[in-house]
């Protein structure tokens, strides 16, 4: 089973959604204590409460994890349409994901953020190391309220897998799409006590009243009653009346599709900063089903095995190679992960490997050049598990 890491992994909602597709959750980075000690009293794998803007840092414990896939949010407030829509230091945690996984090099990874991110500066930094690291990309927004979510709420995605070619799971997710979004009434049935509630709008041209027989508006990080100052709308389902209130804390966590037993800690404050912080369940479910489908039916020679090769150790004995450039050293290492990635590699790749490899499609597709380079990285790696044994 492809074990995960997730960062900036706030109470949980993309690992609880990848734990139902069937990974394997082995690790967590949160900075904000709050989220992190909610996060631990729902899974039992470690939290590690580190600051990832220290990317070197982040790297030496996240490498000694070996996961196969990395996932992760980076914090989107300066990207949100709540926000200023200014980039400041929050929006370089995008820069550090991607840092990060061009470091750890996974074979997949997924990066989720507001829709809005896909055109920020931080996004095209972080996007140019995916490309150079190797990764093909599938850049996708998702409106939730179209694959089960009951909540018009677009998110962007960026899903990278080592070797592949750019939007290699487009088709797939576009498939999936509901030619109708889901109300809340779909989801929750005849479980609702209300057909009408409250959703403060960001100013009054807005409307606030809202019917259960559309989709929720997205779950913000701040939740509001009903004030003095709003008379209600043109666009308002209903007129405004004593019975309409804004959701409960609980019903908000719901819509976002968190389960009815996830334990919540924290002032309410922070729990719904925490819930509107967080990506529905139920949309990581779909994002993560989506990977095991790429991974299970689309590259079968990419499954995960016990046997692992030692790209560490490679690295490490490139490193000692004086003749190499830093940048040879890193390109041989990538491109090492791509012949991997193509056609699973022995531990001790020989000729025939060779020949196997270049029967496939995926090197086919590769040009000329980059052909070479993949053929004199696995040489090299022969040359090092010969010097190993020695």
């Not at 109708?180 to 209300?194: I, K, M, P, Q, V």
Request: proline letters at 5%; glycine letters at 6%.
């Amino acid at each position: 089973m492809p074990k995960i890491v997730d960062l900036f992994a706030g109470c949980g909602g993309l690992s609880l959604g990848f734990q139902y597709a069937g990974f394997d959750i082995i690790g967590a980075f949160e900075f904000w204590n709050v989220a992190a000690d909610c996060y631990e009293k729902n899974f039992s794998h470690p939290v590690y409460r580190e600051d990832l803007s220290d990317v070197q840092l982040a790297v030496e414990k996240i490498r000694a994890m070996n996961p196969d896939i990395i996932i992760g949010g980076p914090p989107c407030q300066d990207f949100s349409h709540a926000g200023k829509r200014v980039e400041n230091e929050r929006a370089s945690l995008t820069e550090s994901f991607s840092r990060i996984v061009d470091s750890i090099r996974p074979r997949w990874f997924v990066m989720e953020n507001v829709d809005r991110a896909k055109k920020s500066n931080a996004y095209a930094v972080a996007r140019d190391t995916f490309k150079k690291a190797g990764y093909g990309l599938t850049e996708i927004v998702i409106d939730a309220s179209l694959y089960g979510v009951p909540q018009k709420r677009k998110r962007f995605f960026c899903i990278g897998s080592l070797g592949q070619e750019d939007n290699f799971l487009d088709e797939y997710i576009l498939k999936k799409q509901s030619t109708e979004a889901t109300t809340l009434r779909d989801y929750f049935g005849a479980s609702l006590d209300f057909e009408y509630y409250y959703r403060h709008p960001r100013n009054y041209s807005r409307r606030g009243v809202y019917s259960i027989d559309e989709p929720a508006p997205t779950m913000r990080g701040v939740n509001r009653p009903v004030p003095k100052g709003y008379l209600g709308h043109p666009n308002d389902p209903c007129q405004l009346n004593d019975s309409i209130r804004a959701l409960t804390t609980l019903e908000r966590a719901l819509i976002q599709t968190f389960p009815a037993d996830f334990h919540w800690t924290g002032s309410k404050t922070d729990m719904e900063q925490m819930i509107g912080n967080a990506v529905p369940v139920k949309l990581a479910e779909f994002v993560g089903k989506s990977l095991q489908h790429h991974i299970s039916e689309c590259a079968p020679h990419a499954e995960i095995t016990d046997e692992k090769i030692d790209f560490l150790g490679f690295l490490t004995w490139l490193q000692a190679n004086g003749s190499l450039s830093e940048r040879t050293k890193r390109d041989t290492l990538s491109r090492l992960k791509r012949a991997d990635n193509i056609c699973s590699l022995p531990q001790n790749p020989d000729s025939l490997y060779i020949f196997n490899l270049e029967q496939t499609n995926g090197y086919r597709s590769l040009t000329q050049s980059v052909r070479s380079q993949v053929k004199r990285a696995v040489s090299l790696y022969s040359a090092y598990r010969a010097n190993v044994h020695v």
